[in-house]
Every structure is written in structure tokens, then in C-alpha cells.
């Protein structure tokens, strides 16, 4: 199985600073790294899919980049709405694991 | 606009089974381009892929789970539904239904609002 591990675990930052949040494969995963916002109380809601392509609707302020094993997301301007926690999850190959998340705050 | 419903008893006890339904609506279950699945989350942890199913009724499961678990779907009424045996406080979480495109990748693109499932005696 594929382990996916993040880092930080929790991130304190404020508006208008720009954050990158770093997700690491256990195995080679090619590009199918995806990033999820869960906000609390709330299902998790997808970013960006495929390493850096982002959902429709997400804001460009969101970027993902990286290939392998390495990975980031990248939010530049944070808005009050972006302190959430943020998930990475590996589509390469079942189980399809997920990072055990960062907080923002 | 597309909506995806958990529905299931929230309390269950040890050793029993663990049923829950997504009702969805907005799309049709009968896509090439979808899979079905759950995801499940335990009080204050992170996230577990359960598995998912196509609309032809086959179906993917996560190995730590699978000597447990049983996924099926009714097209005729646009549900899908989960269960899970022999269950202990372990399975204790919010399961989530969701959509999963898989035309070139396996991404949950939509989810379930979620629903608390206990298991207590």
C-alpha cells in the first residue's frame, strides 16, 4: 500500500500570506496526487486533481505542483474562507490512501 | 443541480452489520465516466478510501476492509449502498458517498454531505 505523509501538521499563518503545504508518496505515484479543503462540520471538497489541475470553481490562487514522490499546494493571498484543513490523496493505485492532513489556522 | 444523500441507522452494536444508502439525484448512476464509492472518517482522523462500484454492479474494495464489506446499487432508483459486518467501535466514523470520475484518473469529485455512524452496545 501507498503512504501518503504531510507536512506540517498544522500551520498558523494569517490574510494575504502565501502558505505551501508539502505531501510526500511512499512509492512513485506519478502525477495522481489530489487535494482536498474540509472545513469543519463539512465534507471534504476537491481542489485540485492530477497534481495542479484545478476543479472548476476553485480560485487560481490555488496551486498544486510536484511529480514522484513530492507534492505541494500552494495558496498565495490567503482569505479568511482558505483556514481549513487541507488533504492530499494518491489516485495512482488502490487503496487510494490519504494524507493525515494539515490545519490551517 | 446534483445532490448525494447518506441515509442509515446511526447507531449500530458490536459484532452487527453496518448498512447505509446514497440516494443520489441531479445525475444518473448508468455513466462510463463514474465509479460510486464511500469514504469514511473517524472522530478527529483522517481519511479511509472504503470503495466503490461501477453501475454494472462491479465492484472495488479496499483489501482491509474486504472480508467485511459488501457494496451494491439499485439503478432504478438511483441508490447505491454499503455494508459493512462484524463491526466494533473501530468502524466508528462519518461515512461519506461521493461520485469518483475515472475517465483518466480515480478522483472524488463530489461528496456526500456524510453520515455519523456509532457502533456502541
Known amino acids: 500500500d501507498i503512504q501518503m505523509t504531510q507536512s506540517p501538521s498544522s500551520l498558523s499563518a494569517s490574510v494575504g500570506d502565501r502558505v505551501t503545504i508539502t505531501c510526500r508518496a511512499s512509492?512513485?505515484?506519478?502525477?495522481?496526487l489530489n487535494w482536498f479543503q474540509q472545513q469543519p462540520g463539512k465534507a471534504p471538497k476537491l481542489l485540485i486533481f492530477?497534481?495542479?489541475r484545478l476543479q472548476t470553481g476553485v480560485p487560481s490562487r490555488f496551486s498544486g505542483s510536484g511529480s514522484g514522490t513530492d507534492f505541494t499546494l500552494t495558496i498565495t493571498d490567503l482569505q479568511p474562507e482558505d483556514f481549513a484543513t487541507y488533504y492530499c490523496?494518491?489516485?495512482?493505485?488502490?487503496?487510494?490512501?490519504f494524507g493525515q492532513g494539515t490545519r490551517l489556522e | 443541480q446534483m445532490q448525494m444523500q447518506e441515509s442509515g441507522p446511526g447507531l449500530v452494536k458490536p459484532s452487527e452489520t453496518l448498512s447505509l444508502t446514497c440516494t443520489v439525484s441531479g445525475t444518473s448512476l448508468n455513466s462510463r465516466d463514474y465509479h460510486w464509492g464511500w469514504i469514511r472518517q473517524s472522530p478527529g482522523k483522517a481519511l479511509e478510501w472504503i470503495g466503490s462500484?461501477?453501475?454494472?454492479?462491479?465492484?472495488y474494495y479496499n483489501p482491509s476492509l474486504q472480508s467485511r464489506l459488501a457494496m451494491s446499487v439499485d439503478a432504478s432508483k438511483n441508490q447505491f449502498s454499503l455494508r459493512l459486518n462484524s463491526v466494533t467501535a473501530a468502524d466508528t466514523a462519518i461515512y461519506y458517498c461521493?461520485?469518483?470520475?475515472?475517465?483518466?484518473?480515480?478522483?472524488?469529485?463530489?461528496w456526500g454531505q456524510g453520515t455519523l455512524v456509532a457502533v456502541s452496545s
Open positions: 461521493a461520485r469518483i470520475l475515472i475517465t483518466y484518473s480515480y478522483v472524488i469529485d463530489f
Open positions: 462500484l461501477f453501475h454494472t454492479g462491479s465492484t
Open positions: 492530477t497534481t495542479s
Open positions: 512509492d512513485n505515484i506519478n502525477r495522481f
Open positions: 490523496q494518491q489516485s495512482h493505485s488502490s487503496p487510494y490512501s
